[in-house]
């Protein structure tokens, strides 16, 4: 009889069911006999635009070293975000791609009788990180679908090391001002490091959500991770990173896989950075889509969440499984959140204006029928 290698994992592997992401356009066209130009995927929120010439650029003049393993130490890239944002190297993390920070923080600060507090609603890593390193997840009741910090705050206890906490959300695209934002790091015990993930965060114009590096030197219990892969157009090459104090940054770097960001992703990275023209287009394409879709779900009589992020969530008022099903025949892939507890909701990415116009087509098409 073969071993049951299930039953020989860690309980809180056991326990695990894998990420599901959204479903690729090659995995769509093999399974309906679909052109795969014909397909739109609206569903893992990509920028539509295709990553930065420079970017591209700099991937080029990369690929003759790919004999070499990379920068272990990322220095270019460091350099790059020190400049850019006013930080030194020594409070720098990367990551393959931010998910790979989250997963740093519950591996360096999180066991068996230990837990982390995160919201309804959110991002499906937070509890999966934190179960797989057998800690107790804390799950508090989302308010209007966004994060309820005061609420969040009580679920703490003396054994509660991380809180995770997101804005925008992921799902929902809800987020919290600043004043919301300083009232709970006022208040958070100094043992619980606050994991502030602003994956989203350049897809609002300045002022329009709290800038979490700016609050790195007050609280030195806060982690700000962010990621090159929705706005800078970088998703397939997984990079991200974090900025938290030195102290921080040195335990995170003690966990951290040597050559966890690869030279392609270095260089890219460090080159969008300087392209500032490609991210406010990138901008103001989110905000022109947001309007054309929002436009769309009031013509059909839907409601959505209002959202800070570059998708939005639509309540189709029916289980979404079948209208998300009936979406695929129509060569359009979006993604459904039941798992999310959001039985009636479908994530749309924003796209391209005739993507969102294909959509909306597909939709009007689906409910119809």
């Not at 791609?97 to 609603?121: C, K, M, W, Y």
């Not at 309820?148 to 809180?163: E, H, K, Y």
């Not at 990079?239 to 690869?262: E, K, M, T």
Request: aromatic fraction near 8%.
């Amino acid at each position: 009889m073969s071993c049951d290698f299930l039953a020989q994992a860690v309980a809180g592997v056991q326990k695990l069911s894998p990420y599901v992401p959204g479903k690729p356009v090659d995995e769509l066209a093999r399974e309906l006999g679909l052109a795969v130009d014909s397909i739109v995927k609206l569903a893992s929120n990509e920028n539509p635009l295709g990553p930065s010439q420079k970017a591209l650029a700099a991937i080029q003049a990369e690929l003759p070293e790919l004999t070499r393993y990379p920068d272990g130490n990322g220095f270019v890239l460091k350099q790059a975000l020190a400049n850019k944002f006013a930080l030194a190297l020594e409070q720098i993390t990367l990551g393959n791609g931010s998910n790979d920070i989250l997963e740093l923080v519950a591996r360096a600060f999180l066991a068996p009788g230990l837990n982390a507090v995160f919201s309804q609603h959110a991002f499906a890593v937070y509890p999966l990180a934190t179960q797989a390193v057998g800690a107790e997840g804390r799950s508090v009741p989302a308010k209007d679908w966004g994060h309820d910090l005061p609420a969040m705050l009580a679920a703490c206890d003396a054994n509660t090391r991380v809180i995770f906490i997101a804005n925008p959300n992921n799902p929902t695209g809800t987020w919290f001002d600043q004043a919301a934002l300083e009232a709970f790091l006022d208040q958070v015990p100094e043992h619980i490091l606050v994991v502030l993930d602003e994956a989203y965060t350049e897809y609002s114009a300045a002022g329009e959500l709290p800038n979490g590096l700016d609050y790195l030197s007050r609280y030195p219990n806060l982690l700000v991770s962010r990621t090159f892969s929705k706005a800078y157009g970088l998703a397939a090459l997984r990079i991200g990173y974090a900025a938290s104090s030195p102290v921080v940054a040195d335990v995170l770097n003690r966990v951290r896989q040597p050559f966890n960001a690869n030279s392609l992703a270095l260089a890219a990275a460090a080159a969008a950075l300087t392209d500032d023209a490609y991210l406010e287009r990138s901008r103001v394409l989110n905000d022109q889509g947001m309007q054309q879709l929002t436009a769309g779900f009031a013509e059909h009589g839907l409601n959505w969440i209002a959202s800070r992020g570059n998708f939005i969530a639509v309540d189709v008022q029916r289980d979404a499984g079948p209208v998300y099903q009936a979406l695929l025949r129509e060569g359009v892939i979006v993604r459904p959140v039941a798992g999310y507890g959001m039985p009636q909701h479908l994530r749309v990415s924003i796209g391209l204006p005739e993507e969102n116009q294909r959509f909306l087509e597909a939709l009007r098409k689906v409910l119809a029928a």
